[in-house]
């Protein structure tokens, strides 16, 4: 499959839970992106990842926990989340972070549901 | 920090109509911005950018430093246009270009 993708489109789970969302991207790109995006707020960026180095937290809970073991691949783990974590979380990605006028191409994203 | 803003939640109008959806934000540097596009159950995807300066689907932003605006047009409206539209400048730091996004606007086009 081309562009990123991600895995799974849909996820139910308590707050007890752990579980992972995964994305991965077919387009040779260096900088990799997590966002939020819940119904009464913004998109709201979460982590960035330049050549596997994070470079960005924007003051996310430690019940998000990202991981970039390579440049095509970018994880989101997930425990004892809270119901107002439920959204859908959306992956991005770039050829890297250093130029501004990079395009940033998006996954179809992962409805989150917490109970 | 950088701030983005779409006044309108909801924009109604005809086909044929002309559209102009709001953006403001705030820099302090040379900004690039971007407009990104969300149709009905897909991706969201970029529209267009400032410093390509290209019309696409025919739509058009003009980038206004006095204003610090930069508001998407298009003349005349297609039903095909009815989508969430973003705004969205890069992220002033030095990581580069992480987006931060404005509310978006929901565009709806009637017949």
């Known amino acids: 499959e081309t562009g990123v993708t991600q895995t799974p489109r849909h996820l139910v789970m308590g707050m007890t839970n752990k579980k992972s969302l995964k994305c991965e991207q077919h387009l040779g790109h260096n900088a990799m992106y997590w966002y939020k995006q819940s119904a009464k707020k913004p998109l709201e960026l979460m982590f960035v990842y330049n050549f596997k180095e994070q470079t960005e937290n924007n003051s996310v809970p430690s019940r998000f926990s990202p991981e970039c073991p390579n440049s095509s691949h970018l994880f989101l783990h997930l425990h004892t989340l809270q119901p107002e974590d439920s959204a859908l979380y959306l992956c991005?990605?770039?050829?890297?972070?250093?130029?501004?006028?990079?395009?940033?191409?998006f996954g179809p994203g992962t409805r989150l549901t917490v109970l | 920090a950088q701030r983005v803003t779409q006044p309108e939640k909801l924009l109604s109008v005809f086909k044929g109509a002309p559209v102009e959806l709001k953006c403001n934000y705030s820099y302090s540097g040379s900004p690039e911005l971007f407009w990104y596009v969300q149709y009905s159950r897909q991706r969201l995807q970029l529209l267009l950018r400032h410093i390509s300066r290209e019309s696409i689907k025919g739509f058009t932003a003009d980038l206004n430093k006095g204003e610090t605006s930069f508001h998407l047009k298009k003349p005349f409206a297609q039903e095909e246009d009815s989508a969430m539209y973003y705004c969205a400048p890069p992220q002033a730091n030095q990581a580069g270009t992480a987006l931060i996004f404005g509310k978006g606007t929901t565009l709806s086009v009637s017949s």
């Open positions: 991005a990605s770039s050829q890297e972070t250093g130029f501004v006028w990079n395009e940033q191409f």
